[in-house]
DNA sequence: ACATGCAACTTGTATAATACAAGTATATAC
DNA sequence: GTATATACTTGTATTATACAAGTTGCATGT
């Protein structure tokens, strides 16, 4: 029973999630905001949703995702589309102009991350984002 | 030129980076804070600094760490030891207290993401660390 | 030796993302 | 038709960060 990796995993785990705070909301770095960029993928790759459903798909306060939706709105990327069946419920639907977005910030994103990875191997990139994932499955299934 | 593993990395960093900034600011998770721990964490396994060395580490505005210090000050966890030949600087070291406080917190932690990866073979587990590892070092060589 | 500028640290202020709580309007159940 | 639940908004607090200004001590050039 070595815990040599759990120590690395864990210390490594904190350090990341400081430097991704301090990038993530300091550094703009692409066009879109985190969150911005967050909830547009999602609602152009999962299809129109309410805030309630995006706040429990992200585990995150309605009140958070509530404002993140408006300023989304204010900037075009959005618009809210009333449920017909539900007055007080309503969608929200990409428009052209925040898939424009989408895709401009996605390709930054991607370029940046390509450099930052630079010398990496394929097997270790592909072997990387697997666990990533396996690791997100987790932290959400927990939570 | 498959961009299929830098697509997985760069979206499931971003969604991680929303959960950690969620889970380590709002969901307390040890006994200490996010940057008490690694502060602590540092000045135990590196030796005691000051509020400028440990900023450079870090990759953090001094003020920032210059609070931080004060807080964990405060707590008795470290104290400052005047630097003889420099008026205007000290060094933290860490006390008795700072020190079992950090060893609890560490257990705990690791615990936690001993469960979060419960069904994690040993391999996966060490490889991930490794990886982690590279990437926080590619972090820090770039910024 | 002293004025000027540099360095270490602190303190004030702003920003951003979050949470929790209270409020509004609508829907549903009885 | 009243009470309760739901979808969303808005108010407020907290936390971690950054940047800027201030203080005190150090170093250096003349």
């Known amino acids: 029973m070595d815990k040599r990796p759990l120590e690395t995993i864990e210390l490594e ?5 400081r430097r991704l705070t301090s990038i993530s909301t300091y550094k703009k770095y692409g066009i879109l905001d985190h969150s911005a960029y967050l909830l547009l993928h999602q609602i152009a790759s ?23 939706a408006s300023a989304l709105e204010q900037k075009g ?19 052209e102009l925040g898939a424009d977005m989408l895709k401009k910030d996605t390709d930054i994103r991607q370029d940046k991350i390509g450099q ?13 984002g697997q666990l990533l994932q396996k690791l997100n499955e ?3 299934r927990v939570m």
Do not use: C
């Not at 785990?13 to 999630?17: E, N, Q």
């Not at 309630?52 to 009140?63: C, P």
């Not at 630079?118 to 592909?126: A, T, V």
């Open 77 to 95: 990327y959005v618009t809210r589309i009333p449920d017909p069946l539900d007055g007080r419920a309503y969608t929200l639907q990409i428009t």
């Open 138 to 140: 987790a932290i959400f």
């Open 46 to 68: 999962n299809g129109s949703a309410g805030v309630k459903a995006l706040a429990d798909e992200f585990h995150l306060d309605i009140s958070t995702i509530s404002r993140q």
């Open 13 to 17: 785990m904190a350090i990341l999630s």
């Open 116 to 128: 930052l990875l630079e010398d990496w191997s394929e097997e270790e990139r592909e072997h990387f």
